[in-house]
C-alpha cells in the first residue's frame, strides 16, 4: 500500500515537475511546482517525518511560492515576450554541473547495486527535531540565522531608498 | 494620550452597533405596513371637479406645455354656451416623474396631485390613463375654488359680474 | 480486517457529519450575518422567504446554480475553472484535524470525535490556511481584469505578512500544550481555558485571523467601492457561490480554531460537550459579524505597517515572555 502510494507521488512529481520547466507560462509553471511540492510533501509523510511534510507546505508551497507568484503578477510578465532558447553559454556550465551530480549518484549505485544500507522506517516526532535543532545543533542553527540576518540586512542597505541631494542643501 | 484614543476609538463603535442591535428597526415593511404619505405628497394625478359638481379644466394646455417629459396630452372643445372643456384628456403614468409642474401651471385647479402612490401595474398600457380615470368627484385640495366665480365668461355669474372682477374692457372707448 | 472495516466505516461517518453540519452551518451563517448586520444598522434583514427568512439559502443557492456561468474572454480557462474550488476545498479540509468532543466510548470501543487526529494538527491548520491564498490568487490572475489582478496581488501581501503573526500567537499555545496535535491542545485547557493564560496571544490571534480570512476590517482583496470585489469580479453564478461559501466556511474554521486554541474547545460545565463548542464557534462567527458591522476599513499601507511593525514584534514579545515565564515556573 505505502510503496504503491509511493510510486504514484513520485510518479506525479517527476511529471509537474517536467511540466513547470516546459511550460511557458509563468503562473502555469508555478503552479505545477507547487503540485510537486505538495506530492513530496506526502512523500516526506510516508517517510515517517511529519514535521517536514508540514513545513514543506507552509514554507514553500505557501510562502515561497506565492511570493514567486507576486513578482510574477507585479512585473506582468507576459508568456509571448520570452526570449529565444538559450545558447551553450548559458547551459554549459549547467549540463556540466548536472552530469557530474549524475555521475556520482551513478557511482554509488554501482559501489553498492543491492542497496543493502537501507535506511530503516522512522518517525521523527516533533520534539525530536525540536530537540536537535536547539540542542544537538545549536550553534549550525544559530549560525545560519545570523546569515539569514545580515543578508536581510544587506538586502535592506541595498534596496533602501537614498536620500535625494537637495534634501542636504 | 494618542495611543488611547485610537484604542477607544477602536471599542466604542462595537458598543454602538451593540446597542442598535436591540433597538427597533425603522423599516417599513411595505405591503403589509403602509406609510400615511402628508397630503401635498405628489403622486397619482386626477382631474378634480369645482364644488358645483363641473368639471374644472378648461382644456387650456397649460399642464401639457409645463410637463417636462410631455406625459399630457388633450383635445380641446367648447359647448354651445362658449365654455371649454377637454374633449379628451390623456395622462400617460409610464412617462410621469410626479415633478408636480402640471399643477402649478394649472389656472384652474383642475389637475391636482394625490397621495395615493400605488399606481404600478404589469402591462404599461394601462397606465395611460384616459379623462374617465381621472376625473376625481370630489374638488381636491381647495374645496370652494371655482374658476367662474373669479373670472372667465359666464358660466356662474354674468361675465364680469364677479366680486373681484373688472367689467370687459370697451375697446373703442379712450377711457382707462 | 473487520476492526479495520468499522474504523473506516466510522471516518467516513464522522466526514459525512461534518460535512453536513460544515455546510448547513455555513449556508445559515450567510442569513445569520445577513440579518445582524441588517439589525446593526436599524433594517430587518432578509425576512421574507420562509418564516423569518429561513428558506433565505435555499433560494440564494437556486438563484447561483441557475445563474450563467460567466468565462471573460481572454481568460485563463482552466485555472479560473478551479480556483473557486480550491478555496472551498482548502476551507473544508482544516475540519479534518479539529476534535469537537472528547472521545466517546461506544460498545467497548473508543471512538475519537475527531476524523484526523494528525500530531502536526497545528501546522495542517497553517498549511491549509497558506495554500488558501492560491484559490484567491490563482483566481484572480486568470480572470484578466485588471481589478480582480489588484484584489489578488493585495490578498497575497496580506496573508503572507499576517500568518506570521497568526504563527507567532500560536507559539505560546503550543508552548503550554507541549504538543502540536489539537486534540491535546484542548486537553491541556481543561482546567482553564488559554484565554485566560495568553490574554496578548488571543488578541494577536483573533486581528491575524481576521486578515487571513479577508474579513471586513481587512477586506482589501475585494473591497467593493474601491476595486469591485477585487478576485471575484468577474465571477458569476455558482463559481462565486464557492467563493462564498469558502469564506463562510473559512468563518466557522477560525471560529473552531480560536476554540481549539483559545476558548478551552469542549470545555465547559453543565452542557454536553458538543453544544459548549457550537456554541463558542458560533460566538466567534457572531464576533466576526460585529466587526464587520462596527468597523472601517483601514488604508492598505496601514495594514501592512500594523501587521509588520505592531502585530509581529508584539507576538515576538509574547513568545519571549511566554517562554521566560514558563521556564520560571518549571524551575
Known sequence: MASLLFYILGFIMLTATLLCITRRNPVHAVIYLVVGFFALALMFYLLGAPLVAAWEVIVYAGAIMVLFLFIIMMLGLAPQE???????????????????????????????????????????????????????????????????????????????????????? | ??????????????????????????????????????????????????????????????????????????????????????AWFRLNFSRCIFCGLCTEACPTMAIQTTPDYEICNRNILKLVHEKEDLLVDGCGKDETYNFYEHSGIGVVNERGGNEDEYGPVDPKSLMP | MNDLLITLLLILVKLGLIFGVVLGM???????????????????????????????????????????????????????????????????????????????????????????????????????????????????????????????????????????????????????????????????????????????????????????????????????????GGFHTEYSGMRFGLFFVGEYISLIVIGAMTTVFFLGGWHGPFLPPVVWFVMKVLFVAFLFIWARGSMPRPRYDQLMHFGWKVLLPLGLVNVVITGAVLVALNG
Open chain 1, 82 to 169: 520570452l526570449p529565444e532558447g538559450p545558447n551553450w553559454h548559458r547551459w554549459g556550465p549547467l549540463v556540466l554541473l548536472s552530469s557530474s551530480l549524475m555521475a556520482c549518484t551513478l557511482l554509488l549505485i554501482f559501489q553498492d547495486p543491492a542497496a543493502t544500507e537501507i535506511i530503516g522506517t522512522y518517525y521523527l516526532a516533533p520534539q525530536e527535531l525540536g530537540e536537535a535543532l536547539f540542542g544537538r545543533y545549536a550553534l549550525a542553527v544559530e549560525v545560519v540565522s545570523f546569515q539569514l540576518l545580515f543578508a536581510s540586512i544587506g538586502a535592506y542597505m541595498l534596496g533602501r531608498s537614498l536620500p535625494k541631494e537637495d534634501d542636504e542643501s
Open chain 3, 26 to 228: 455555513a449556508a445559515y451563517l450567510v442569513l445569520a450575518e445577513r440579518k445582524i448586520l441588517g439589525r446593526m444598522q436599524l433594517r430587518y434583514g432578509p425576512n421574507r422567504v420562509g418564516p423569518g427568512g429561513m428558506i433565505q439559502p435555499m433560494c440564494d443557492v437556486i438563484k447561483l446554480i441557475t445563474k450563467e456561468d460567466f468565462i471573460p474572454d481572454r481568460a485563463d480557462k482552466w485555472v479560473f475553472l478551479f480556483a473557486p474550488g480550491l478555496t472551498a476545498l482548502t476551507a473544508l479540509l482544516s475540519f479534518a484535524v479539529v476534535p469537537f468532543a472528547p472521545p466517546l466510548h461506544l460498545f467497548g470501543r473508543e471512538i475519537p470525535m475527531v476524523v484526523c487526529d494528525l500530531n502536526v494538527g497545528v501546522l495542517y491548520i497553517f498549511g491549509l490556511s497558506s495554500l488558501a491564498v492560491y484559490g484567491v490568487v490563482l483566481g484572480g490572475w486568470a480572470s484578466n481584469s485588471k481589478y480582480s489582478l489588484i484584489g489578488a496581488v493585495r490578498s497575497m501581501a496580506q496573508l503572507i505578512s499576517y500568518e506570521l503573526a497568526l504563527g507567532l500567537a500560536l507559539v505560546p499555545v503550543i508552548m503550554t500544550a507541549k504538543s502540536f496535535s489539537l486534540t491535546e491542545i484542548v486537553m491541556s485547557q481543561a482546567d482553564w481555558p488559554n484565554l485566560l493564560r495568553h490574554p496578548l496571544a488571543f488578541i494577536i490571534f483573533m486581528i491575524a485571523v481576521a486578515a487571513e480570512s479577508k474579513r471586513t476590517p481587512f477586506d482589501m482583496p475585494e473591497a467593493e467601492n474601491e476595486i469591485v
Open chain 2, 1 to 86: 494620550m494618542n495611543l488611547w484614543r485610537d484604542i477607544k476609538g477602536t471599542f466604542q463603535p462595537f458598543w454602538i452597533t451593540l446597542g442598535y442591535l436591540f433597538k427597533k428597526p425603522v423599516t417599513i415593511q411595505y405591503p403589509e405596513e403602509k406609510r400615511i404619505p402628508p397630503p401635498r405628497y405628489r403622486a397619482r394625478i386626477v382631474l378634480t371637479r369645482d364644488p358645483d359638481g363641473n368639471e374644472r379644466c378648461v382644456a387650456c394646455h397649460l399642464c401639457s406645455a409645463a410637463c417636462p417629459v410631455d406625459c399630457i396630452s388633450m383635445q380641446a372643445a367648447e359647448d354651445e354656451h362658449g365654455r371649454r372643456y377637454a
